[in-house]
C-alpha cells in the first residue's frame, strides 16, 4: 500500500467550475501536511500547507481529517492557470523534514 | 533571492557510465534534500543533509549512489555505474529550519541511462 494515495484522475473541468481533490495517508504519525502544485516539467512548488482546523487561501480551501487521515483541497471558480497537477505530500512521524509524496492529481481547466 | 539551481539540467549516459548531479541551495538554508522522481511514480525522498551532515539517507536506493555536502554549501549526488533504472528526475530542495517549513525545490536534473 501506497504511503499516500491520491486518485491520479484526470479532472478535466470548465472554466468556472468547481473541484475537489483528496488524499488518504497511512501513517497516522505523521505531523505535517501540504499540498504542492506541479507544472508540467517543472518543479513542485507549495500551494498550501494544511492544518486541522482547515485553511483557505482565496479559491483554494484544505481540510485536515486526522481522525481519517484524509486530506482534501476545494478549488473554486476553476481558471485555466488552475491546470496542473496536484500533490498531497505529509512529513513522517518524527518530522525530520522528509516529505512523502502522492503520485499527483492531474487537472485541466478548459475553455 | 537567487532559488535552488541544479546543474546539470539534463544527462544523457550510458549504462555503466558515471554522473554527478549538482545542487546549490538557497543562500543560509542549512536543510539540503535530494529526491527522485522515476516515470509513472511518485517523488521520493532520497536523503537529507543539515550543514555538512547526513541526517536521513533511508531514502538511498543502495550502494552506487554517493551524496556529499562539503562545507554545507552545494551538494552533489554521483551515481556510479549508472543502471537503467537509475533514469527519473532528480530534484534538490532546501528549507532554513527542519520540520513543518516549505522545502525550495530545484529546476530537476533529467537523467536518461541509455
Known sequence: ?111 | EAGVTQFPSHSVIEKGQTVTLRCDPISGHDNLYWYRRVMGKEIKFLLHFVKESKQDESGMPNNRFLAERTGGTYSTLKVQPAELEDSGVYFCASSQWTGRIEQYFGPGTRLTVT
Do not use: H
Open chain 1, 1 to 111: 500500500r501506497k504511503e499516500v494515495e491520491q486518485d491520479p484522475g484526470p479532472f478535466n473541468v470548465p472554466e468556472g467550475a468547481t473541484v475537489a481533490f483528496n488524499c488518504t495517508y497511512s501513517n497516522s504519525a505523521s505531523q505535517s501536511f501540504f499540498w504542492y502544485r506541479q507544472d508540467c516539467r517543472k518543479e513542485p512548488k507549495l500551494l498550501m500547507s494544511v492544518y486541522s482546523s482547515g485553511n483557505e487561501d482565496g479559491r483554494f480551501t484544505a481540510q485536515l481529517n486526522r481522525a481519517s487521515q484524509y486530506i482534501s483541497l476545494l478549488i473554486r471558480d476553476s481558471k485555466l492557470s488552475d491546470s496542473a497537477t496536484y500533490l498531497c505530500v505529509v512529513t513522517g512521524s518524527s518530522n525530520t523534514g522528509k516529505l512523502i509524496f502522492g503520485q499527483g492529481t492531474t487537472l485541466q481547466v478548459k475553455p
